[in-house]
């Protein structure tokens, strides 16, 4: 299995702060990642698709790079409706991966 | 707008048949593939199989001795059979939609499944 490791596992931020989550994978999956959004009690919101694309609707704050093996998940500023926890998954290989998730709380 | 809505048994004893549907409105059933993913606070989020509107099937190899899914275009929904459920089972469950070449974009609500004597 690709394994996908993501850091931090939590942070404390400020509104207005720049926000930076990375997921590394065990391999090499090419732009095969997404990202995720999760608040208490919802399912994952999907913020991005293809390592960079932003999906329709999502505030253009949010932005990813990466591929590869490195990838970023970057909030320009947050922005209090952001406080959630964020996930990475990989679709390149069977069975497809999630990162452990970062958690973003107030500071 | 597509919505998945999903329902199921929530308590399960050991050993027994977890068995949850999700059911498609607002868009096309065909041309996608529908996902079925679980969320627990020991393993997080874990990928358990996928099938598309044809019946092409793929599994986690951890859990496919145990996992059936399948399909019922006439109805727009898919199901999800998880066979000889032990407390590592337990969590939300969640029904999801992907297209061919991406991670999925919708999701249900989420079933929580608990596993109790």
């Known amino acids: 299995d690709i394994q996908m490791t993501q850091s931090p596992s939590s942070l404390s931020a400020s509104v207005g702060d720049r926000v930076t989550i990375t997921c590394r994978a065990s391999?090499?999956?090419?732009?095969?990642l997404g990202w995720y959004q999760q608040k208490p009690g919802k399912a994952p919101k999907r913020l991005i698709y293809a390592a960079s694309t932003l999906q329709s609707g999502v505030p253009s704050r949010f932005s990813g790079s990466g591929s590869g093996t490195e990838f970023t998940l970057t909030i320009s500023s947050l922005q209090p409706e952001d406080f959630a926890t964020y996930y990475c998954?990989?679709?390149?290989?069977?069975?497809?991966?999630f990162g452990q998730g970062t958690r973003v709380d107030i500071k | 707008q597509v919505q998945l809505q999903q329902w199921g048994a929530g308590l399960l004893k050991p050993s027994e048949t977890l068995s949850l549907t999700c059911a498609v409105y607002?868009?096309?059933?065909?041309?996608?593939?529908w996902t079925w993913i679980r969320q627990s606070p020991g393993k997080g989020l874990e990928w358990i199989a996928e099938?598309?509107?044809?019946?092409?099937?793929n599994f986690n190899p951890s859990l496919m001795t145990r996992v059936t899914t399948t399909v019922d275009t006439s109805k727009n929904q898919f199901s999800l059979k998880l066979i000889s459920v032990t407390a590592a089972d337990a969590g939300i469950y969640y029904c999801a939609r992907r297209s061919g070449t991406g991670v999925p974009n919708h999701w249900g609500p989420g079933i929580l499944v608990t596993v109790s004597s």
């Open positions: 099938i598309n509107y044809s019946g092409n099937r």
């Open positions: 607002g868009g096309s059933f065909s041309g996608y593939y």
């Open positions: 998954l990989q679709h390149n290989d069977s069975p497809w991966t």
């Open positions: 391999r090499d999956i090419r732009s095969d």
